[in-house]
T-cell receptor, first 108, second 117 residues
Framework: GQSLEQPSEVTAVEGAIVQINCTYQ??????LSWYQQHDGGAPTFLSY????GLEETGRFSSFLSRSDSYGYLLLQELQMKDSASYFC?????????FGQGTELSVKP | DTEVTQTPKHLVMGMTNKKSLKCEQH?????MYWYKQKAKKPPELMFV???????INESVPSRFSPECPNSSLLNLHLHALQPEDSALYLC????????????????FGDGTRLSIL
């Protein structure tokens, strides 16, 4: 089976940097994706790491370490609009397996 | 705005009603998905259509019936639902079916918020 674990809640202040971790246990592993979902909105794809290392897209970066079965999403220069739920996900069995989600609250 | 359009945005129905949720995408994607999402939880996969054929049914009760009339449209027919079926129903699509060895970013619609009385 496959499971992904991430913290349920993270709080940070505007302008700060926050890291949302995701650890996984999978029988096979083919990469880690991140999705953002604002309250009442649609999940949107942020990034995907197939290989170890850091992928950067503007203020957001995602990191993967296969040897540690671990990845994270890094959000820099936090803005109020970054308050949302963030899900890590991995492909498996013809579908996406999601983590339980991390609710990020950005305070002024 | 999203590239996957779902209607209606909100739906209230009684347990004896029959209704349908609709989803449309014009990105030429070959895989489409139905998810159910409860508050503070991740999307929970219900059905997957690959090349207009049902490829995955996650043991969903028969009161939910999916239909894929063509490559752009996906419907979810509802009948005799239960109060616990109240949730946000999300449709998604991806360029190709989600393989086990590759990533296919999924594009989600805004969902239909369903309430069962």
């Amino acid at each position: 089976g496959q499971s992904l674990e991430q913290p349920s809640e993270v709080t940070a202040v505007e302008g700060a940097i926050v890291q949302i971790n995701c650890t996984y246990q999978t029988s096979g592993f083919y990469g880690l994706s991140w999705y953002q979902q604002h309250d009442g909105g649609a999940p949107t794809f942020l990034s995907y790491n197939a290989l170890d290392g850091l992928e950067e897209t503007g203020r957001f970066s995602s990191f993967l370490s296969r040897s540690d079965s671990y990845g994270y999403l890094l959000l820099q220069e936090l803005q109020m609009k970054d308050s949302a739920s963030y899900f890590c996900a991995t492909p498996g069995g013809g579908k996406l397996i999601f983590g339980q989600g991390t609710e990020l609250s950005v305070k002024p | 705005d999203t590239e996957v359009t779902q209607t209606p945005k909100h739906l209230v129905m009684g347990m004896t009603n029959k209704k349908s949720l609709k989803c449309e995408q014009h990105m030429g994607h070959r895989a489409m998905y139905w998810y159910k999402q409860k508050a503070k939880k991740p999307p929970e996969l219900m059905f997957v259509y690959s090349y207009e054929k049902l490829s995955i049914n996650e043991s969903v009760p028969s009161r939910f019936s999916p239909e894929c009339p063509n490559s752009s449209l996906l419907n979810l027919h509802l009948h005799a639902l239960q109060p616990e079926d109240s949730a946000l129903y999300l449709c998604a699509s991806s360029q190709d079916p989600q393989g086990s060895k590759s990533n296919q970013p999924q594009h989600f619609g805004d969902g239909t918020r369903l309430s069962i009385l």
